[in-house]
């Protein structure tokens, strides 16, 4: 059991943590959540004895070993597979002790049967495996690889030790879709406690059981996955905001009564009374609601399609084809992710689109006005560290005023301190921001991300959903955050021995099959309809952009009535009847939502049945 016991943590005069407790019972699955710079890795820091509280303290199980990723892994000439058995260190005591007493002898052997010595070696390959490296790969030293894979190797080596209690911190933010989908199933079975920084809601929602949310200097323990518990603080918000308002009822009517008969001699007693009944009243205060994120995309002017077309298409790198008989279509409406196990050519897709690679045969043919944004893993790390945000826009637009650059940063949650603040001192979050400001700075019509939300907040990430939804241009997306992928994306592509084509099935589908879960007996394709033509493909995205708007409506008005449900007052008993007449208008607009999301959804099958 990990105990947590009324601590306090400040950094630099600024209060982190304040009164802050929780108990953690031994092995559960608990996922902590926050908004960036409210002291979550501070939090991990103090557990593992790294920070010092100002107050309260930490309690652990006697003789827990404690986990978590290194910040680096050491560019050595020490295979990958020998690098992770390093990591128990247990394990490499005892097979290094070469004592000759016979007693020390059958006590190193009992404990290496403990440990499972001897299967050790299996168990690593299956963790680097699931990790994305192949057998080869495994044999190769791990200055071979760049950064990124070595802190692969890093969360291999300490899956693989075991901690009594273990500590990852954003772990998926260096992993492709596939390691991050064998991660939550790897961590779902794992025998100890498990505490993650994430702000993945697949990873919270499956592989997790618990929620440790840190706000507002304290924590607060949720059971039940990330949507579960974002349901539960919604409500919980609600119906708090509903006391706060109705206590300044109580208190502005009291205070009333006070104001207008203090000074009778008759009433004086009771104007005394509400006197003192104001001053026992504990203050219930009213949820403070965070800024709002926000992303704003300019808006292109709208292609005749297909803005991309690929005729017979190959690419790759030197005298090696990647990909090949690339025969695809873009319109400035889709919205494709792509999908595909590491090394398949995901990224050397997105670097054709972007044309940043040229074709080794056939061609791509664009339109002439088509503009392209694109956004990669590497850009945060090229932008200029010794320069500002503003520096950064000065130099793409040198003729607009300072206002108005600060207008566009804004509008990328960028506010007036982070504008002139040198990109060295930027949080990870801020940095993706800039590169996205930049990438979408000329209003592409093509929108190529690959990995936009690492580094992003939950509220980042939702802000990000909302702003892609909206956008008129076309989108390619490679992510590990399959929640994204599933808001976001109404086609997808797979890569795949040399090849792109599109997948037939859903984001599960794919989920499944690449954890070795899918359905065995798959139901036999459905033949391919007649192609339609342009128009009446158009016809149906009006159709499912009209669903859409009716389920959106139908929406608003349930959320106006669970906002009208949540208020305490409406239980007292004499509004009893009041009550059953909402609950029942609440019932009806849900049964109007489904039917809604019903027509929705059978207006998306045919237009996804329609494309090629």
């Known amino acids: 059991m990990l105990r947590i016991s009324d601590i306090g943590y400040s950094v630099a005069g600024r209060s982190l943590l304040e009164g802050a407790s929780v108990t953690i019972p031994a092995g559960h699955k608990v996922g902590i959540v926050g ?17 010092g509280l100002d107050t309260g303290e930490i309690t652990l199980p006697a003789g827990a070993k404690i986990g978590g990723v290194a910040q680096e892994v050491p560019s050595s000439e020490t295979s990958l597979i020998d690098t992770v058995l390093e990591a128990d260190t247990e394990r490499a005591a005892l097979l290094a002790d070469t004592s000759q007493d016979p007693t020390r002898i059958a006590e190193v052997q009992a404990r290496l049967a403990d440990i499972d ?39 291999a080596g300490v899956l693989f030790a075991q901690p009594d209690i273990l500590l990852l911190d954003e772990p998926t933010n260096y992993l492709d879709l596939e390691g991050a989908l064998w991660l939550e199933a790897y961590l779902a079975k794992y025998p100890h406690t498990v505490l993650i920084i994430s702000h993945d809601r ?29 349901k539960t603080r919604a409500e919980r918000r609600a119906v708090q905001a509903a006391a706060a308002k109705k206590q300044d009822l109580q208190r502005a009517h009291l205070q009333s009564f006070v104001d207008r008969f203090k000074a009778k001699a008759s009433k004086a007693k009771q104007a005394q009374s509400r006197v003192k009944m104001l001053e026992r009243m504990e203050t219930i205060r009213a949820p403070e609601d965070a800024a709002r994120t926000v992303f704003t995309f300019p808006e292109p002017e709208a292609l005749s399609p297909p803005i991309v077309a690929m005729d017979n298409a190959a690419v790759g790198y030197g005298d090696r084809a990647v990909l090949n008989r690339l025969n695809l279509r873009l319109d400035q409406d889709d919205r494709i992710a792509l999908l595909g196990r590491n090394g398949q050519g995901k990224s050397t897709l997105s670097k054709l689109l972007a044309g940043k690679l040229q074709t080794m045969e056939g061609r791509v043919i664009s339109s002439s006005k088509l503009r392209i944004g694109y956004f990669a893993q590497h850009q945060v790390d090229e932008l200029h560290l010794d320069e500002t945000p503003l520096d950064h826009l000065r130099r793409e637009r040198p003729t607009d ?17 982070q504008a002139e603040t040198l990109v060295a001192k930027l949080s990870g979050g801020q940095k993706a921001r800039l590169s996205l400001l930049l990438a979408t700075l000329e209003a592409p019509h093509l929108l190529i991300l690959d990995e936009p939300t690492n580094h992003l907040d939950i509220e980042s990430r939702e802000a990000l959903v909302e702003a892609l939804t909206a956008y008129t241009g076309a989108v390619i997306l490679v992510s590990h955050d399959m929640h994204l992928l599933s808001l976001v994306a109404d086609r997808l592509w797979l890569v795949k021995d040399g090849h792109v084509a599109p997948y037939e099935h859903d984001l599960e589908t794919y989920r499944q099959s690449l954890l070795g879960t899918e359905p065995k007996a798959a139901k036999p394709a459905k033949p391919k309809p007649k192609q339609l033509s342009q128009d009446q493909i158009k016809e149906l995205r009006s159709e499912v952009k009209k669903a859409e708007a009716r389920v959106e409506k139908i929406e608003d008005m349930r959320e106006k009535l669970a906002k009208k449900l949540a208020d305490p007052a409406l239980y007292e008993d004499a509004r009893i009847g009041e009550l059953t007449t909402w609950q029942k208008k609440y019932a009806e607009v849900m049964e109007g939502l489904a039917r809604a999301e019903d027509l929705w959804e059978k207006a998306q099958a045919k237009l996804d049945a329609a494309r090629p």
Request: glycine share 14%.
């Open 35 to 51: 908004r960036n710079g409210t002291g979550k890795t501070t939090l991990f820091r103090i557990i593992r004895g790294e920070l």
């Open 117 to 155: 010595a001897w299967g050790a070696e299996a168990r690593a390959a299956q963790i680097l495996r699931g990790l994305g490296f192949s057998h080869e790969d495994q044999q190769r030293p791990c200055s071979a690889y760049s950064g990124g894979w070595r802190m692969r190797v890093a969360l």
């Open 401 to 417: 005023a300072p206002p108005k650059l600060r207008a566009r940063l804004a509008g990328f949650g960028l506010g007036a301190d």
């Open 202 to 230: 697949g990873l919270l929602n499956r592989a997790v059981g618990h929620i440790l949310h840190l706000a507002d200097k304290t924590l607060t323990y949720y059971t039940g996955g990330y949507d579960t518990f974002a």
